[in-house]
């Protein structure tokens, strides 16, 4: 692999008398400005039979095109040998040395995953990529913004699809560490508690990452409430089509983490005990059903046992909700309301594949989410009332 043919990524800098001073070194997203130093890539390659193939592949979209050819490469030999080369003016050797480290990290992670899904997270410049061997292929997907990152890392997967961040990727963010903890066909919840909410990523059994915050809301409570929401889940997989041996299923319970930040920015986990369990009065108990409408679908309620329907209220679904759940509370106090059982049973068929866990958090985060906001609504309402 030969870098920086004929290029200096440096050339105008190095043409005005100029030399940049950072602590960031990476030249994927080196000084302050985060540039990348590869602006081309060209390969040669010799295969067992002895024949030569060669490409060139220019700028970021190239160096991701060359990573993805060389996923399948990696994850079928673990005899690959491959030797990176840079001429160019400035920093050619840690050019070299560094995309060196990405490709020997992307074939330790795909070898050692044999069999399995496997992703990659890599920055260059401001932007992040994840990059996924599956099914003797090599893909990738762009994310501009951590939070956009969460979605991509979320999107269901067939099977267990382990992630690996690269070293200088995500520095100062927990999803290393989380990464580091994630556990095959089992379900991991992460919580940190911040300023203003209580951050709360969870890996469901074949990877997928869901990630919301909780304002207002207390941590024993809340992980409870989830314990108890991750348990209904896994009755309901186990119910339906749980002895489907081409669906993988989370089969234990799962493990609770808090994100510890050290004073330097760096991330910890620390294992916390299983939350106690459900305990008739310890919150209050909102279960839905959804059913199959166009475009989304449409829930009826239950929130102890009085129903609300979607479809019968309209508009007026979310507010009567929430003024019943506010009805139902013994603290005037606002904070979140969790659901604790979803059946999406009726959504089932037109997914195409057997839904994972991820399928019903993203659910119950929008129902959720509709219905706080709801229920702000309705306390604000009755404050100015009061007033």
Same mark, same amino acid.
């Given at each position: 692999?030969?870098?920086?043919?004929?290029?200096?990524?440096?050339?105008?800098?190095?043409?005005?008398?100029?030399?940049?001073?950072?602590? +960031?070194?990476?030249?994927?997203?080196?000084?302050?400005?985060?540039?990348? *130093?590869?602006?081309?890539?060209?390969?040669?390659?010799?295969?067992?039979?002895?024949?030569?193939?060669?490409?060139? @592949?220019?700028?970021?979209?190239?160096?991701?095109?060359?990573?993805?050819?060389?996923?399948?490469?990696?994850?079928?030999?673990?005899?690959?040998?491959?030797?990176?080369?840079?001429?160019?003016?400035?920093?050619?050797?840690?050019?070299?040395?560094?995309?060196?480290?990405?490709?020997?990290?992307?074939?330790?992670?795909?070898?050692?995953?044999?069999?399995?899904?496997?992703?990659?997270?890599?920055?260059?410049?401001?932007?992040?990529?994840?990059?996924?061997?599956?099914?003797?292929?090599?893909?990738?997907?762009?994310?501009?913004? *951590?939070?956009?990152?969460?979605?991509?890392?979320?999107?269901?997967?067939?099977?267990?699809?382990?992630?690996?961040?690269?070293?200088?990727? *995500?520095?100062?963010?927990?999803?290393?560490?989380?990464?580091?903890?994630?556990?095959?066909?089992?379900?991991?919840?992460?919580?940190?508690?911040?300023?203003?909410?209580?951050?709360?990523?969870?890996?469901?059994?074949?990877?997928?990452?869901? +990630?919301?915050?909780?304002?207002?809301?207390?941590? =024993?409570?809340?992980? =409870?409430?989830? &314990?108890?929401?991750?348990?209904?889940?896994?009755?309901?997989?186990?119910?339906?089509? =749980?002895?489907?041996?081409?669906?993988?299923?989370?089969?234990?319970?799962? +493990?609770?983490?808090?994100?510890?930040?050290?004073?330097?920015?760096?991330?910890?986990?620390?294992?916390?005990?299983?939350?106690?369990?459900?305990?008739?009065?310890?919150?209050? #108990?909102?279960? &839905?059903?959804?059913?199959?409408? #166009?475009? #989304?679908?449409?829930?009826?309620?239950?929130?102890?046992?009085?129903?609300?329907?979607?479809? #019968?209220?309209?508009?007026?679904? @979310?507010?009567?909700?929430?003024?019943?759940?506010?009805?139902?509370?013994?603290?005037?106090?606002?904070?979140?309301?969790?659901?604790?059982? *979803?059946?999406?049973?009726?959504?089932?068929?037109?997914?195409?594949?057997?839904?994972?866990?991820? @399928?019903?958090?993203?659910?119950?985060? +929008?129902?959720?989410?509709?219905?706080?906001?709801?229920? &702000?609504?309705?306390?604000?309402?009755?404050?100015?009332?009061?007033?």
């Amino acid at each position: 692999m030969f870098v920086n043919v004929a290029a200096d990524p440096m050339r105008l800098a190095r043409e005005q008398g100029l030399q940049r001073v950072s602590s +960031r070194i990476d030249s994927l997203g080196y000084s302050a400005l985060r540039e990348n *130093l590869v602006l081309n890539v060209e390969t040669v390659a010799r295969n067992s039979w002895g024949e030569l193939v060669s490409a060139r @592949h220019a700028g970021v979209e190239g160096l991701l095109r060359c990573l993805r050819d060389f996923l399948p490469l990696a994850h079928g030999n673990a005899g690959l040998r491959v030797a990176v080369r840079c001429f160019c003016p400035s920093r050619a050797e840690p050019i070299a040395t560094r995309v060196g480290e990405v490709l020997g990290d992307l074939a330790h992670h795909v070898q050692r995953e044999r069999g399995a899904s496997a992703r990659y997270v890599l920055e260059i410049r401001n932007q992040l990529h994840v990059l996924q061997h599956r099914r003797g292929a090599g893909s990738s997907a762009s994310a501009d913004s *951590l939070a956009a990152l969460y979605e991509v890392l979320g999107e269901p997967q067939p099977q267990w699809s382990p992630l690996a961040i690269d070293r200088h990727a *995500l520095e100062r963010t927990p999803l290393p560490v989380i990464a580091a903890r994630m556990t095959p066909w089992r379900c991991s919840v992460f919580s940190e508690a911040r300023a203003e909410a209580i951050a709360v990523t969870i890996v469901d059994e074949h990877g997928s990452l869901l +990630r919301a915050d909780y304002a207002g809301a207390r941590e =024993g409570t809340l992980l =409870g409430a989830i &314990a108890q929401f991750l348990e209904s889940v896994r009755y309901r997989q186990n119910g339906s089509g =749980g002895a489907d041996p081409a669906v993988t299923r989370a089969t234990e319970p799962p +493990r609770f983490f808090r994100l510890v930040r050290a004073a330097g920015g760096d991330y910890s986990t620390r294992e916390l005990p299983a939350p106690p369990g459900y305990r008739p009065g310890s919150f209050l #108990e909102v279960q &839905a059903i959804a059913e199959a409408h #166009e475009g #989304e679908p449409l829930f009826t309620v239950y929130c102890d046992g009085v129903a609300f329907s979607q479809r #019968e209220l309209g508009a007026d679904f @979310h507010a009567r909700l929430g003024a019943h759940i506010l009805g139902r509370r013994r603290e005037a106090s606002a904070y979140p309301v969790y659901l604790t059982d *979803l059946d999406l049973s009726a959504l089932a068929p037109a997914a195409g594949a057997p839904l994972q866990t991820v @399928h019903y958090l993203r659910h119950r985060q +929008r129902l959720e989410a509709s219905i706080n906001a709801a229920l &702000a609504g309705s306390d604000a309402i009755r404050d100015g009332l009061a007033i």
